[in-house]
T-cell receptor
Framework: KAGVTQTPRYLIKTRGQQVTLSCSPISGHRSVSWYQQTPGQGLQFLFEYFSETQRNKGNFPGRFSGRQFSNSRSEMNVSTLELGDSALYLC????????????FGPGTRLTVT | AQSVTQPDIHITVSEGASLELRCNYSYGATPYLFWYVQSPGQGLQLLLKYFSGDTLVQGIKGFEAEFKRSQSSFNLRKPSVHWSDAAEYFCAVGAGQTGANNLFFGTGTRLTVIP
């Protein structure tokens, strides 16, 4: 079974631009969660989508948004990029119920200049 | 609020030596606990998990962890470290209404293995 895939793997954007990251979960998984990883703040939960609905949200500004499609693929959008948004963005998929673990993709490395 | 503490930022062990990475969590109810490993430039790989039942859990690559409710700890152990175990290790707790789908991570412990 194929793992979680994320595209693109690397991105360079300019401050003020917006960016969209994509995540394809493991086949059959209905939950997709997004995390931001930075050297200063570590790994932080952004949000979780389940059956096309945001089920959980972390403590990030409204510039960070996401959505999930009917095939469980998910996208994450960051508008008005700031230098501090430079990070590794990780997507994780899960069956969807609470007693199942998450499996992570390789991440998208976003650099904001 | 839930939180995870990994007190050791960096640990160095000799190949073949035993390993213990510490993890303490804060959460009011029974937590869902995980250990993940991350190699440079890679995503996170799940080593093992604890949801309920037997407090000693076995994982991949010869790792095990023990859940101790009285100490709010979930320490990771390996009896004999291999050079390929050098990586960053993260302890995480899953909480909230969606349990394991909303993880809070510790700051990580970087493991260096010397020959």
């Amino acid at each position: 079974k194929a793992g979680v895939t994320q595209t693109p793997r690397y991105l360079i954007k300019t401050r003020g631009q917006q960016v969209t990251l994509s995540c394809s979960p493991i086949s059959g998984h209905r939950s997709v969660s997004w995390y931001q990883q930075t050297p200063g703040q570590g790994l932080q939960f952004l949000f979780e989508y389940f059956s096309e609905t945001q089920r959980n949200k972390g403590n990030f500004p409204g510039r960070f948004s996401g959505r999930q499609f009917s095939n469980s693929r998910s996208e994450m959008n960051v508008s008005t990029l700031e230098l501090g948004d430079s990070a590794l963005y990780l997507c994780a998929s899960s069956v969807g119920d609470i007693f199942y673990e998450q499996y992570f993709g390789p991440g998208t490395r976003l650099t904001v200049t | 609020a839930q939180s995870v503490t990994q007190p050791d930022i960096h640990i160095t062990v000799s190949e073949g030596a035993s390993l213990e990475l510490r993890c303490n969590y804060s959460y009011g109810a029974t937590p869902y606990l995980f250990w993940y490993v991350q190699s440079p430039g890679q995503g996170l790989q799940l080593l093992l998990k604890y949801f309920s039942g037997d407090t000693l859990v076995q994982g991949i690559k010869g790792f095990e962890a023990e859940f101790k409710r009285s100490q709010s700890s979930f320490n990771l152990r390996k009896p004999s470290v291999h050079w390929s175990d050098a990586a960053e290790y993260f302890c995480a707790v899953g909480a909230g209404q969606t349990g394991a789908n909303n993880l809070f991570f510790g700051t990580g412990t970087r493991l260096t293995v010397i020959p």
